[in-house]
């Protein structure tokens, strides 16, 4: 039997009194524009048909456990219309795959966009900013995000998946394929200097913060350290073109690229150290203090790794790279194919059906082999779905292995891995039909995460921080499953069909 997924905590929502809305005018032109707005009504009706009302019982949950006062119901409702729209937008922006800045102009302009999102009352519509858009990726955390990934695969399994999301068939839970990747972070090629240059940046931006704010200690024109900085990382790219003299002009380099960072380092302390003796230092302040602080406490080891490989000319470990001062956990992962031999980011596991939903996922904080990535998804899939709903495991030879083989027999799960034994895979290939076609169907998983980092993601992650990320991530699946869903055929398609058949005939 199949397990419920209710709401975290007990809510009861409030009845919401209906609005009058703007009347969507009608636009008679390419079919693309009806292609889109079909897609939008489709998107709507599922989250009608239950994600929206889950979306908002775990959000109030999650607002009541975090209020130290209790609320009126006045405060509930509003709280409950403002969480149907951080579903509608973050879901609409992540289909249109638009940044936050784009997606307010666009949602400003578009008829179509402010009724899905539930901003088209009559008379002043208000658009969210930017910055209101950014907090609503943050509205829930992962494990809610995640809960409500389950509860809407469940209920597309779900025998009636056809009257509740309007389905043609339940989708199948049988069997499902598995890879991993890597989802990249926003950052540039991790060079040494250009990291020096970063801290110099930053360092620079919340001196010049915080002396616009009032606080002052004697030192030169902040923006000369800037400008030198910059002129030596150019300085250090034309040196490494020279193969004759490069290499010593580049100690050379980096050893004033040295003395300036540890110069803005000393400012930099001094005005930290001014924050804290303010009488009544301001958030923006704080702010600065903190970006500075965080900067401090990786410069040296930046330094020392940049005095290691350019000045000693030693080789660094890759658990002991700095590969950014923003995103500390950015690992480098080695995928050893071609034109990616190494990537920077974390491993992304994700597990599909063959309807293309995403069922499972995974982004670990640190790099981990795909074997172990499997092996914790097992316990995953059995409390999401349900003891035997998952029969069979199809993945690539990276996950194969005695742990993973154990792991799958021990659930009750058919073993599909393609063998790492070249001899093995041959003799299983001759002897399996099953798993043949099995592994023909993987294949078109590459083309899944092709769409989720490409398409969905938009090549990298663009939120700072691994638990922003996990969101990240988690909204951008969720949008991805409703958009496989939304285009799966429909009962009524399915019954007007056979209609138009049963007449020509």
């Given at each position: 039997?199949?397990?419920?997924?209710?709401?975290?905590?007990?809510?009861?929502?409030?009845?919401?009194?209906?609005?009058?809305?703007?009347?969507?005018?009608?636009?008679?032109?390419?079919?693309?524009?009806?292609e889109y707005c079909a897609l939008c009504?489709?998107?709507?009706?599922?989250?009608?048909?239950?994600?929206?009302?889950?979306?908002?019982?775990?959000?109030?949950?999650?607002?009541?456990?975090?209020?130290?006062?209790?609320?009126?119901?006045?405060?509930?409702?509003?709280?409950?219309?403002?969480?149907?729209?951080?579903?509608?937008?973050?879901?609409?922006?992540?289909?249109?795959?638009?940044?936050?800045?784009?997606?307010?102009?666009?949602?400003?302009?578009?008829?179509?966009?402010?009724?899905?999102?539930?901003?088209?009352?009559?008379?002043?519509?208000?658009?969210?900013?930017?910055?209101?858009?950014?907090?609503?990726?943050?509205?829930?955390?992962?494990?809610?995000?995640?809960?409500?990934?389950?509860?809407?695969?469940?209920?597309?399994?779900?025998?009636?998946?056809?009257?509740?999301?309007?389905?043609?068939?339940?989708?199948?839970?049988?069997?499902?394929?598995?890879?991993?990747?890597?989802?990249?972070?926003?950052?540039?090629?991790?060079?040494?200097?250009?990291?020096?240059?970063?801290?110099?940046?930053?360092?620079?931006?919340?001196?010049?913060?915080?002396?616009?704010?009032?606080?002052?200690?004697?030192?030169?024109?902040?923006?000369?350290?800037?400008?030198?900085?910059?002129?030596?990382?150019?300085?250090?790219?034309?040196?490494?073109?020279?193969?004759?003299?490069?290499?010593?002009?580049?100690?050379?380099?980096?050893?004033?690229?040295?003395?300036?960072?540890?110069?803005?380092?000393?400012?930099?302390?001094?005005?930290?150290?001014?924050?804290?003796?303010?009488?009544?230092?301001?958030?923006?302040?704080?702010?600065?203090?903190?970006?500075?602080?965080?900067?401090?406490?990786?410069?040296?080891?930046?330094?020392?790794?940049?005095?290691?490989?350019?000045?000693?000319?030693?080789?660094?470990?890759?658990?002991?790279?700095v590969l950014s001062l923003y995103e500390?956990?950015?690992?480098?992962?080695?995928?050893?194919?071609?034109?990616?031999?190494?990537?920077?980011?974390?491993?992304?596991?994700?597990?599909?059906?063959?309807?293309?939903?995403?069922?499972?996922?995974?982004?670990?904080?640190?790099?981990?082999?795909?074997?172990?990535?499997?092996?914790?998804?097992?316990?995953?899939?059995?409390?999401?779905?349900?003891?035997?709903?998952?029969?069979?495991?199809?993945?690539?030879?990276?996950?194969?292995?005695?742990?993973?083989?154990?792991?799958?027999?021990?659930?009750?799960?058919?073993?599909?891995?393609?063998?790492?034994?070249?001899?093995?895979?041959?003799?299983?290939?001759?002897?399996?039909?099953?798993?043949?076609?099995?592994?023909?169907?993987?294949?078109?998983?590459?083309?899944?995460?092709?769409?989720?980092?490409?398409?969905?993601?938009?090549?990298?992650?663009?939120?700072?921080?691994?638990?922003?990320?996990?969101?990240?991530?988690?909204?951008?699946?969720?949008?991805?499953?409703?958009?496989?869903?939304?285009?799966?055929?429909?009962?009524?398609?399915?019954?007007?069909?056979?209609?138009?058949?049963?007449?020509?005939?």
């Amino acid at each position: 039997m199949r397990p419920s997924t209710p709401a975290a905590r007990p809510v009861v929502l409030l009845s919401q009194q209906l609005a009058l809305r703007l009347p969507v005018p009608h636009v008679a032109g390419p079919a693309e524009f009806t292609e889109y707005c079909a897609l939008c009504a489709r998107v709507d009706a599922l989250l009608e048909a239950g994600v929206e009302r889950d979306f908002v019982t775990r959000s109030v949950a999650e607002w009541s456990r975090r209020r130290q006062r209790a609320f009126t119901q006045d405060e509930q409702q509003a709280f409950q219309r403002k969480s149907q729209q951080a579903l509608r937008c973050t879901l609409a922006r992540a289909l249109l795959r638009e940044s936050l800045r784009d997606f307010c102009c666009h949602l400003a302009e578009s008829a179509v966009l402010q009724r899905f999102c539930r901003l088209d009352h009559l008379g002043a519509v208000t658009i969210p900013g930017h910055s209101e858009l950014q907090r609503f990726t943050q509205w829930l955390p992962v494990a809610e995000m995640r809960a409500l990934l389950e509860r809407l695969v469940n209920e597309a399994s779900a025998p009636d998946a056809t009257s509740r999301l309007g389905l043609a068939a339940p989708v199948s839970l049988d069997t499902v394929f598995a890879d991993s990747t890597c989802a990249a972070t926003n950052i540039h090629y991790p060079v040494d200097w250009l990291l020096l240059r970063d801290a110099v940046r930053t360092l620079i931006q919340a001196i010049q913060v915080l002396r616009a704010a009032g606080v002052k200690s004697r030192m030169p024109e902040p923006s000369t350290f800037v400008r030198d900085m910059n002129q030596g990382c150019i300085k250090m790219a034309q040196a490494g073109k020279n193969k004759k003299t490069g290499k010593a002009q580049q100690k050379e380099i980096l050893r004033a690229m040295k003395a300036l960072v540890q110069t803005v380092r000393e400012h930099a302390d001094r005005y930290g150290a001014l924050v804290g003796t303010h009488p009544a230092p301001t958030g923006q302040m704080i702010a600065a203090q903190r970006r500075m602080h965080a900067v401090l406490a990786r410069l040296p080891k930046v330094v020392q790794l940049a005095h290691d490989r350019i000045i000693g000319e030693r080789p660094v470990e890759n658990a002991e790279k700095v590969l950014s001062l923003y995103e500390p956990a950015t690992a480098v992962i080695t995928r050893g194919k071609a034109g990616a031999q190494v990537e920077f980011g974390y491993s992304l596991f994700v597990v599909e059906q063959r309807h293309g939903l995403i069922v499972d996922w995974a982004l670990p904080a640190h790099p981990q082999a795909d074997v172990d990535l499997l092996q914790e998804a097992v316990p995953r899939w059995e409390a999401a779905y349900g003891k035997g709903t998952i029969t069979t495991a199809v993945t690539d030879r990276g996950c194969d292995g005695p742990a993973s083989r154990a792991t799958l027999a021990k659930a009750g799960i058919g073993n599909s891995l393609c063998p790492r034994n070249r001899q093995q895979l041959e003799q299983r290939l001759a002897e399996d039909v099953a798993f043949r076609a099995q592994l023909r169907r993987r294949a078109q998983t590459e083309g899944r995460i092709a769409i989720l980092k490409q398409t969905f993601l938009g090549g990298a992650l663009h939120t700072k921080g691994h638990a922003h990320q996990e969101q990240e991530v988690a909204w951008v699946i969720l949008a991805h499953n409703l958009w496989v869903l939304a285009r799966l055929p429909m009962a009524s398609t399915l019954a007007r069909t056979a209609c138009n058949n049963k007449t020509k005939r």
